[in-house]
């Protein structure tokens, strides 16, 4: 889809990469395969960028159980899996890794907390992740009936380029937190790791050439767990090996079956439209990321479906909701590989060592600053691409319309309101999103009916 150049459009851009005179740097498109010791630690990388959150999750549920009531290994490997069928289900033409939704966490410990036994509790929330999945689904069936024509009216660049940002902007505070806290108080150990790590990354994206320009962040994560391993001889406690020393070398994950009860399922089944909120606006991103519609191609409804049989599957089976991560995302724009090969390789070893309790729990011990200062760099990356979604749609913000959109969009999002809708706590992005399309809806009506004093031709190409 063209941009017109003469006026603002509310048609989403056709996203195209600017590259820029820094384009030296290899790219790597979503089809194209990898050789395969070119391809492991490109998706190690992946790997390492998702696993520190993915695995909290069920680590929340099995300490606000008291008990062990999911297995972490069993979400490794179902996030594999997720993934996996995600890219079929996508034609391999939408590279995305899908971990554990922190949308679902409230809602799930609630189950957890009102049933007679934990385990029956979280068997409950289970059938609702079932529910989710399911409703994810239907959405996607009726998008690929209706069209995805509505998106550019609800949710014009004016209004996506700031909720993309907040994407970002949201998860902001959980890297820093990551990067220089330790205990709830400022760590400076923290502070050295999580700021050396980032050092790393920065300077290997601008200097690094070759294989090592696409694998900054893996570098940087050896780095900055290097350097923790030798503070930890002056200041012991920076490394906890802990869990290595209890991880068996091989087991089977364990399963665990659904409960299907209704009161549990009407909690969990708002978390849902976060989701969907949410899994709109990192398409939008990693459409911008790799310079395709993805909306278009392989299409918002298979993207959506996708999801959904993860979601399910891993209802079924005893795991985690799954959902697109913002992790991989930045791992992406940092790195310009797109590769759903190199995507595929991280789904695949992750299901590997699912069953290797000693390969897990190696991986667990990388330090949170190691994680966090990675994060930062991720994290912010995705705000920018909000940033550079609205510069590329040329929003014209003379237009009242545009600028009272991004602006509405940006104070909800940043400010912290919430609201409650059962146990879920709409709030961030995806109350902005919601509020933004009510707000775009509302001004396509009242142009429409010509009440407005601006030229009502921002939405004549959608006619």
Not at 426 to 452: D, H, N, P, Q, Y
């Amino acid at each position: 889809m063209a941009i017109d150049t003469t006026e603002t459009s509310t048609r989403q851009p056709a996203v195209t990469p600017k590259l820029g005179p820094a384009s030296a740097r290899e790219t790597i498109q979503v089809d194209q395969k990898v050789p395969l010791l070119k391809g492991i630690p490109l998706s190690l990388q992946h790997l390492f960028a998702m696993f520190g959150a993915s695995i909290l999750v069920p680590i929340l549920f099995n300490q606000a159980a008291g008990t062990t009531v999911i297995d972490p290994a069993l979400v490794l490997m179902m996030n594999g899996i997720g993934t996996l069928i995600y890219t079929f289900v996508c034609r391999g033409k939408a590279p995305a890794f899908l971990g554990s939704s922190f949308a679902f966490i409230a809602p799930t410990i609630t189950c957890i907390s009102l049933a007679k036994t934990p385990g029956v509790g979280f068997q409950h929330a289970l059938g609702g992740f079932v529910a989710a999945g399911l409703i994810f689904s239907l959405v996607s069936l009726i998008i690929r009936f209706a069209g995805r024509e509505w998106l550019n009216v609800v949710l014009p660049p004016a209004a996506m380029g700031p909720i993309v940002a907040l994407i970002g902007l949201e998860l902001a505070p959980v890297a820093t937190d990551m990067a220089f806290h330790k205990g709830g108080a400022i760590s400076g150990t923290a502070t050295l790791i999580s700021l050396f790590t980032l050092f790393v990354v920065v300077i290997g994206s601008l200097i690094f050439r070759g294989f090592f320009a696409a694998i900054p962040v893996l570098i940087g994560v050896v780095s900055g767990y290097l350097l923790s391993v030798v503070l930890n001889i002056w200041v012991p406690g920076t490394m906890d090996f802990s869990p290595l020393h209890g991880a068996a070398f091989f087991a089977f994950p364990h399963l665990v079956l659904p409960i299907f009860d209704w009161a549990s399922i009407l909690i969990i089944m708002p978390a849902a439209l976060v989701v969907i909120s949410e899994h709109i606006g990192h398409l939008f991103v990693t459409s911008n990321i790799v310079g395709r519609d993805l909306l278009k191609v392989p299409g918002l409804h298979n993207s959506l479906l996708g999801d959904g049989l993860s979601t399910m599957l891993s209802g079924l089976s005893g795991s985690c909701p799954t959902t697109t991560y913002g992790e991989n995302m930045g791992v992406m724009a940092l790195t310009r590989v797109y590769s759903v090969w190199v995507i595929g390789g991280a789904a695949v070893i992750s299901i590997i060592i699912a069953f290797f309790g000693k390969v897990s729990g190696a991986i667990r011990t990388i330090p949170v600053p190691v994680i966090g200062g990675v994060s930062m760099m991720l994290f912010g990356v995705i705000a920018a691409s909000g940033l550079r979604m609205i510069i590329e749609a040329k929003v014209d913000y003379s237009k009242s319309r545009n600028l009272l959109l991004s602006a509405i969009i940006l104070v909800v999002g940043i400010s912290g309101i919430s609201i409650k809708l059962g146990q879920t706590q709409l709030r961030g992005m995806v109350l902005a999103t919601i509020v933004g399309m009510l707000l775009s809806l509302f001004f396509f009506i009242l142009e429409k009916c010509g009440l407005t004093a601006e030229d009502s031709s921002v939405f004549a190409e959608e006619e």
